[in-house]
């Protein structure tokens, strides 16, 4: 079916070649909870139109990379609604730019812009697109970016370098709402989100929703940091993860560029420095918090790595009265719940750990209803799609977790805590 589309699209493309110029394109990629998508193309017109019809496009796609074969690598993209806008895909009444809306949905592979080789993690590919107007025998074929909406508001510039052994990439967000101090969110991403490039972390846990006006109102406006591990969190020195059996070779300098980005930037309050991540980085996230107990103000950790075994009942002492939220799911078959949260939780409450709570989930489900499917489940492993929408509200035996009497969500819960109070 592929073969036959693409050489219709070929044939299509030759015979449109002699009649019109081809035009250019961007792509617009966002976050979604199963990770990137290509959800829209904003086309670029020779004249001013105030009308468009949809249906009169065919939008073709191909993925392409130099790291491995890709699966679903081209085909036709479905074209969901059209409208008129401005280079950056505003709507309006008037003008020189045409944006199509996509169909995307984790089920749709060629929707995606990144793609996961073993070994190498998540990465970008050679994405390009071809689109086709046959009323007007008009084709876009030549790339002239990509718009971000959320990642764009990141400086994705920033490395650190420790000891000139070590050199992380991180993007940071500053908040636009005016305050004298303001909370800092760092967020540790997952094995897979390793690299030098931090659009990756930002786009494939969906990390970049700190940044969104809905949780940014709940802190009045908040920092956000999230460095990028050159590898895995877990690693040790044979670049084997740990899951605390052994030290990792990262979390030494990943507190010195914490340290770093708090004394560059004076606003930041240093009792409201939260850490959490999902995966490899909730076992960093609670590395850091074992190491450092007197640092962070709470702690929020999904799909936690660290094994129950490998930490002693003296560490779990020290951080009994640091504020912890856990999310996790009972279907998580990678950092398989009754070997690393279950006894951690049970450990710290035994203990007397008044602030530390726990959202048990039985799966991962589609929380749109619509880009999965009404039921659809996601891999058990990937919690953090409730974590980065602020759905967890609830402790392990299912009551609501409240503040001063009133039931609150994870975020409204970490907003309210303050190191020493």
Request: hydrophobic share 35%.
């Amino acid at each position: 079916m592929k073969k036959i589309t693409f050489c219709i699209l070929f044939s299509l493309i030759g015979l449109f070649a002699y009649a019109k110029p081809t035009g250019t394109y961007k792509i617009v990629v966002e976050g979604f909870d199963w990770g990137a998508g290509v959800n829209k193309l904003i086309l670029q017109l020779s004249d001013t139109t105030s009308k468009v019809n949809s249906s009169e496009f065919q939008v073709f796609a191909s993925r392409k990379s130099s790291l491995g074969t890709i699966n679903d690598n081209q085909n036709q993209r479905e074209i969901v609604t059209a409208y008129i806008s401005d280079e950056q895909g505003n709507r309006v009444k008037t003008g020189k730019n045409i944006t199509l809306v996509l169909a995307v949905g984790p089920q749709n592979p060629l929707s995606s812009p990144i793609q996961y080789f073993r070994g190498k993690g998540n990465v970008w590919v050679d994405y390009s697109m071809t689109v086709l107007h046959p009323k007007s025998q008009q084709i876009w074929d030549t790339p002239i970016g990509k718009i971000m909406p959320l990642v764009d508001q990141f400086d994705l510039t920033k490395k650190f370098t420790y000891n000139d052994k070590l050199t992380m990439s991180y993007a940071t967000f500053s908040p636009k709402m005016a305050k004298e101090k303001a909370p800092l969110i760092i967020w540790l991403h997952g094995g897979g989100e390793g690299g030098t490039d931090p659009t990756i972390p930002l786009l494939g846990n969906k990390a970049a929703n700190y940044a969104t006006p809905k949780i940014q109102a709940l802190f009045d406006g908040a920092y956000v940091l999230a460095p990028q591990c050159p590898g895995a969190w877990m690693h040790n020195t044979q670049g084997v993860g740990t899951q605390g059996r052994d030290n990792d070779i990262y979390n030494e300098g990943l507190m010195a560029l914490i340290k770093d980005f708090v004394k560059s930037n004076p606003q930041i309050d240093p009792n409201r420095i939260y850490v959490g991540g999902c995966s490899n980085g909730g076992y960093m996230a609670l590395k850091l918090i074992l190491l450092y107990p007197d640092y962070f103000a709470a702690g929020y950790i999904s799909a936690l790595a660290y094994r129950s075994e490998y930490i002693a009942d003296a560490d779990l002492q020290k951080i009994k009265n640091v504020p912890i939220w856990f999310v996790h799911s009972k279907d998580d078959m990678t950092t398989i719940p009754d070997l690393t949260v279950v006894p951690v939780f049970n450990r710290l409450r035994n203990m007397g750990a008044k602030n530390v709570h726990f959202t048990y989930y039985d799966h991962v489900n589609d929380i749109t209803n619509f880009y999965g499917g009404s039921g659809y489940q996601y891999n058990g492993h990937w919690s953090w799609v409730y974590l980065h929408e602020n759905l967890p509200r609830t402790d392990l035996d299912g009551s609501a977790v409240r503040i001063n009497g009133k039931p609150v969500s994870i975020m409204e819960w970490m907003a309210a805590q303050k190191r020493g109070k």
